[in-house]
């Protein structure tokens, strides 16, 4: 089944020829159409000539560094907000904050991964932000969180449990990030009551207080509480989004 059309057009900027007709082609067989450039000067004019939905970068372009391309639609008010997906053979550099900022596939890349970054980048595009749910006493935590999500997701914040009950009963979340200690119970409750009532909504435990079997296995994902853990929480609650938005 597809899942773009063609008023959906993506940019490739890639200089390797062989590496970039790939790209076209998985994307063309999800429906994505797209326009293959290999320099900077024409990744930059490709993407101020007409309204792309993002940009696939590579980093290694034919005249120069394939940087140069964000940081030039970054500073343009017309090209800022389009969303970049980096393509690299290096790992990851977690100094990227750039507003436009998707995410990072590292080659040789699976192509499940780089349509699941292109779904990520779209739906931003389209403005459609992933509403997650943060659940946690400590506001210092939740402007961390909101902080490492970088524009990637609408962010809403509770402090205690009836405050989260109050939220999810006026508007569904796509995600819920979940702390266990909270003022008034424990956020164990509210996972047994949303495993009853919504068993398909995604839930990340993220918490200091050390998690049981039982807790463990209502839970998506758990992680232990640290800041150094806020960059692998936001990959982690906006990939399950993703999965779960492309098996519809």
Same mark, same amino acid.
């Given at each position: 089944?597809?899942?773009? $059309?063609?008023?959906? +057009?993506?940019?490739?900027?890639?200089?390797?020829?062989?590496?970039?007709?790939?790209?076209?082609?998985?994307?063309?067989?999800?429906?994505?159409?797209?326009?293959?450039?290999?320099?900077?000067? $024409?990744?930059?004019?490709?993407?101020?000539?007409?309204?792309?939905?993002?940009?696939?970068?590579?980093?290694? *372009?034919?005249?120069?560094?394939?940087?140069?391309?964000?940081?030039?639609?970054?500073?343009?008010?017309?090209?800022?907000?389009?969303?970049?997906?980096?393509?690299?053979?290096?790992?990851?550099?977690?100094?990227?904050?750039?507003?436009?900022?998707?995410?990072?596939?590292?080659?040789?890349?699976?192509?499940?991964?780089?349509?699941?970054?292109?779904?990520?980048?779209?739906?931003?595009?389209?403005? +459609?932000?992933?509403?997650?749910?943060?659940?946690?006493?400590?506001?210092?935590?939740?402007?961390?969180?909101?902080?490492?999500?970088?524009?990637?997701?609408? *962010?809403?914040?509770?402090?205690?449990?009836?405050?989260?009950?109050?939220?999810?009963?006026?508007?569904?979340?796509?995600?819920?990030?979940?702390?266990?200690?909270?003022?008034?119970?424990?956020?164990?409750?509210?996972?047994?009551?949303?495993?009853?009532? $919504?068993?398909?909504?995604?839930?990340?435990?993220?918490?200091?207080?050390?998690?049981?079997?039982?807790?463990?296995?209502?839970?998506?994902?758990?992680?232990?509480?640290?800041?150094?853990?806020?960059?692998?929480?936001?990959?982690?609650? *906006?990939?399950?989004?993703? +999965?779960?938005?492309?098996?519809?």
């Amino acid at each position: 089944v597809a899942d773009g $059309d063609r008023s959906t +057009r993506l940019l490739i900027c890639e200089d390797d020829a062989d590496a970039g007709y790939t790209i076209q082609s998985i994307l063309s067989a999800h429906g994505y159409a797209s326009d293959l450039v290999t320099t900077v000067r $024409d990744g930059i004019a490709h993407a101020r000539s007409q309204p792309y939905s993002a940009v696939l970068l590579d980093l290694t *372009l034919a005249d120069s560094d394939g940087m140069e391309v964000m940081r030039a639609l970054s500073a343009d008010k017309d090209t800022r907000r389009l969303p970049v997906i980096i393509i690299s053979g290096m790992p990851a550099q977690h100094e990227i904050d750039a507003e436009a900022y998707v995410g990072w596939l590292q080659k040789p890349f699976d192509p499940p991964r780089l349509i699941q970054l292109v779904q990520r980048a779209v739906r931003r595009s389209g403005e +459609r932000k992933a509403v997650i749910l943060h659940v946690d006493d400590d506001d210092d935590t939740r402007e961390l969180f909101s902080a490492a999500l970088a524009g990637r997701g609408a *962010l809403l914040g509770a402090a205690t449990l009836s405050a989260a009950r109050s939220i999810i009963t006026t508007r569904r979340p796509d995600a819920i990030v979940l702390d266990l200690g909270l003022p008034d119970g424990s956020g164990r409750e509210l996972l047994e009551h949303i495993r009853k009532t $919504d068993p398909a909504l995604s839930i990340v435990v993220y918490s200091a207080q050390e998690v049981d079997a039982t807790t463990r296995s209502l839970a998506d994902a758990v992680l232990v509480k640290s800041r150094r853990a806020l960059p692998r929480l936001a990959s982690t609650v *906006l990939e399950m989004i993703d +999965r779960k938005a492309a098996a519809g």
